[in-house]
């Protein structure tokens, strides 16, 4: 996939990133994933400064354990053959209460937004308590999230009644489809996290064979959303999540219909991300069928150079912010909404020597 | 090519993976493959005890030999560029009908159920001998089968002769198209084997030039199944055979409207196969135009971890049936024919780095 | 590309593969290319003797050289970095024409059917003199080779003139198209080559841009033929030339259309080939614009083993006549031109690891 | 993407390569492209005694330093981590005005047309400066330019109005849309440089996703040009900028409406060019957001060879004039408009083992 440029182009000076999360505000369209890897309270704080979001997984290490810290650097240290099972018995201890409030409160007390994640099964229980604590944001991410769940051993998450229980806006995810997206917006929250299977630290896709590519899924999800809005007039955030590793990445999300993006991996190799050098997917620990791995990511830079640069790299990793804006001034938009009305071909990925005269398909 | 997630998700606890072959009930809907390599006796035994089949090859080695062990330990212990002469050599000693009678009561006296492969040249003559020896199931396969073979050398097999002559299921193939699958279900069939050419030990593609993708092979033969179904209320057995290698490959087979799936080298990457380590196809040690080749697969883990897990293996290799039973939930369906309904599209293979935002094709 | 099994199979005995040229029959329908590495008086010899034709190149070394030997061993000696430019001065030597006599004389005395191939621009001056020395075929061959062209330096060559000057059938190339291939068959020719670039030896693509795929180019060549017979009753040999390297190729080309195919790099590599294990293609040693380069590719057996096994081997590069011959059965056909109306599907070129459920595209 | 060979074939020598860019004449349809690693006042000399024309840029080396020579050995000798960073403080001299006019006299002293590129930001003040000065022909260029740019730093550049400051051609680029092509022609222009993001040392894909494949490019803008002609009688040169590597490239670059090309690489890798054996894109010394990269090019031989040959190399990247001729001559092209009618499909890149027998897709 390739982006064309358009008829006029804009200074990146005079172009705005925001981000609207029901009665939240972001100046950049950037959240940092909910994986033990990637945020922390205090990386969480570092997203909360630099204009973004960190969400914090409440069903991970960091409320498991009094000391995180001391459990991460085992992970980190663990032998590549051995990481999967380490990791398995670090997340069978149970979750504690009185953590999800200490965690929470760590984040409140630097004056940050504070963004949670729980799995569907526990949203019930767990969210309220995380509002009362003092969450800003509560998000519902599990692997595949739909509006209709059928089981046995637990009453389906009816999303209305969750957000009947809480004040605060809702994120849910992941989805990839027009209709799932379209039915869990109208059970009322606030944004979808968009995609199945894209993370590099996610194997999904391998073990179970499902998954959508970024582009048609954010299409699609992107689509809801317009209908949805035309409809009701509430305009609920499509975020894409997974797969965004270079700024060219983040502005094809964009211009697919993303209204931001949830990203891993890239925060995951700065010097602030707690995971030191290491990212894994929140479905690896699995006991039975894990998916995902940890993967060597390394150390790369600061959050201040991902994010805003300067850089000396030129593989498209740091300063996504700078190249979004780049991207809006050569398609010519001066908001997140009018770079949703670029054009985008199909294209060969990246073009490598002996290969570039090729065609592009039209969308 | 990936599978869609559903707009309504299930439990896994809550799903069903029966798959039934004439009057026989398997639990867990995968085979063993026909292959020396695979199935021994042995082999087939724990097969039947995790719920599914092993089909035991009765012109392979185990009807050739007293002591297939040994011959199978001449196979691995062979130098790589020796190893199609020898299995040459090997596969031209004689079939000794009272070996095939041992080898059926070496499966029938551990309680198993008994599945045995012929060819079809041969199948008049040994078919109704391992019946009368007590084979449940016969499976008559080539490369190619259909229902009408024209042949100077001996008389063309006619299906509907052999059934007249035998009393227990029988399933068919190799397959791949509409029209040849409709006509063999047509000669009284209960199971069809559906795959030309994409197994792991596999060369036909090269030598001949012949093969269908297993996506399209799958769609076809299932049209066909519906097709007889809805004509004569009959339900044929449509098992995907070759190139399953994960999870996430059998998935797709079954959402493209396989019943069930014959595998082969991931079974012999456990512990308990004869072939210690390595795989070989059958039509490899064919004496003038071999069309396989030995292949040296590992031994990875127990039976029991590939079906089940647990597993610390993140690669979908291991736990095949829970990643079934996790897709069917992802996908909303009970049942395996409820699997048949979900969605697949047209995607990247697997996404590696910088290649993530592509578009799906829709089928 | 892959060739779909048929509903009906046949026994491989009793197929036949019969190729005409004019009022020439070759048993197997496999030309030996007019490359100085491929095709000398012997090896054309044993082409014959084995049912075939090998068609010596009148411009080559075997017409500049008293000793074509010693001048192919400083070839096969060269370092890599030297090759094409020995090349270019080996081939400064004039021709000489009663060399042409003597090499003619060498093919006719062992008593085979003798093929020569001549460029357009020599064609009028060689072919007549080739004929009286006992040549039995005129291959008249050059990268594109037109009815139409146009030239100040030389008149121009007329196919129907030439035709008129000599009594022998003559095969025409390459060509790509329809028009083009139809205008050729228009002027009386008995065959055409198909294939501009697709050769091993030859980088005609990356030097010019020019290049027709070898499926796309034989179906179009194939419709002409079938046209122009429609049309007049004469049957023109369509043979697919060049990037022939296994069964499975030989075989997708017969399925496209064509009567035969000619085959350099296979070839090349056996014992009897007097490239001694290199290859070049025949526009490699243009002073100015080589477009090809000598490769390194090895002996790897007899021609017997190529075109009738038995063999080892399980890559499909060795026994095509085999591999022709089970295609054949598979597809139920028992002629080349039962075989032209086989199906074929775009499909994934081989299947590897992990990219085995992919979708067939339809012609 | 490969060119089908013509009905008629024209023998090479019959066969012109002009290009008019407004008053000038050139001989051949190649300009070498405005990096510092590529021309030099002396090789802009040597490119217009070849017949081409090598454009200097205005804003690089050779206007910021006295002695551009040692700052030009300074990249060409800094380890691979540290390039980026050397040229982003190299690029950070200011541009002198007296250096610009040296520059020029340098080139035209030595008898040569003289063409300079200048930025849309500085063309204003810097292109009357150099058409005083002596220059040509100017270029405006930046990544993406179009016919309305918005600023607030800035006046954005009023192309009608710059035409009217100065009275020599002016070419401008890049795009690589229809429409804004055609609202670049309507400015009065008398060329356009097509291709965003395809040059071998440009990584604007990676950074911020733009960018579209030379051959849909080029189509788009060529129709543009043709559209303008019909309407106007006045005729834009369309020259293809970036990703050109063999003569394989040219050819299909004017086969898609080309009627020239900017070459950067294959110059760069010549012994004359000022690069010593790397290149960088304009883009790459950017202070926060630098995308191309210095890449090792090497030096693989004359201006001359690159040009006109002879050669011993094979693989198209020597001798681009005869290559030029030999496919028109295939296509029965006498002149480049004659082969803008050739034929062009789609196929795979570069044919490698095993994956000739494929299908072409048609325009």
Redesign the interface.
Known sequence: ???????????P??TTTDLEIGSHHLAIPILAAAMDAVVSPSFAVKMHQAGGLGVMNLEGLQTRYDDPEERLALISQAPKEEA??IL?KLYSAPIRDELVGKRIQEMKGAGATCAVSVTPQSAKRMAPAAVEAGADIIVVQS???????????YHGLVFSELLDMISVPVIVGN???Y??AL?LMETGIDGILVG???G?AC?T????????????ATLDCAAAREEYFNRTGKYVAVITD????????????I??GADGVMIGTPFAQTQEAPGKGFNWGMA?PH???????RINVGVRGTLEQVLF????????TQ?LV???K??MG???AFSIRDLHRAEM???????T????????GR?
């Open positions: 996939m390739a982006i064309v440029p358009g008829d006029v182009t804009v200074n000076d005079q999967t099972a398995q692997t595949v999230t739909t509006a209709r769940h059928i089981s046995k051993s989805c990839v489809t209709s799932t039915e199945v299977g894209p590099a194997t896709r391998e073990v179970v064979g499902v998954g959508v590519p970024q582009v048609t997974g797969g965004i590793r270079t700024g060219g990445d983040l502005c094809k999300a211009v697919a690896t006991a039975a069928l894990p998916r995902g791995t640069g300067p850089t000396s790299l030129t593989d498209g300063n700078g190249a979004l780049a991207c050569m398609c010519g071909i199909v294209a060969p990925a990246i073009q020597e002996g290969k570039v005269f090729q065609m592009a969308l």
